[in-house]
């Protein structure tokens, strides 16, 4: 089975600046998906970015990037420049191939201070 | 997003009565799923449809059963709920290919007393 670990169950950084989020994996696939997701106090499920297995080249979505090193699995969340939005449960999520069948770690409450 | 409309938002019942929770999409997305979110472990999936009719466990699946007779609705059931199953519950959807990620409904916040 796969497991999803996110290490710091809350972490704070002060607006505009950056702050980088842990995720660890434990998997014997070698082909897959990994996602992370913001939560926002609305509830709502937002996704933030993704990384195929497969791709070396790290994933970057405007001030979002990830650091995702296979061998280790290992995949952080790094947030450039952060903003008062970004305050949030943020997941670390990895997906099978089959079914598209996914696995969330604890989350990672971040605060971003003004 | 996926157009995904999950109903009631907010339920309250109490220990050993039936409860329905249902999730609506109009994506005509293949895979549905239903998660639980409780504090320490983000969430945690219940059951899964891969087409109509075609359903799995998940790796909480004990105490619910699932039913999908079309591809826009996903069915929660929990026959007699208990405490333990006070969560809020998310639906999500995903689409043909293994590259798709989940799309998430709003969230159902269920308490029973």
Redesign the interface.
Known sequence: AQTVTQSQPEMSVQEAETVTLSCTYDTSENNYYLFWYKQPPSRQMILVIRQEAYKQQNATENRFSVNFQKAAKSFSLKISDSQLGDTAMYFCAFMKLTYNDMRFGAGTRLTVKP | DAGITQSPRHKVTETGTPVTLRCHQTENHR?M?W?RQDP??????IH?S?GVKDT?KG?VSDGYSVSRSKTEDFLLTLESATSSQTS?Y?C?T?GQG???????G??TRLSIL
């Open positions: 895979y799923y998660y320490g472990h983000g969430l945690r999936l899964y891969y799995d790796e809020v998310f999500a995903s293994s590259n798709q990620p989940q799309h998430f709003d969230g």
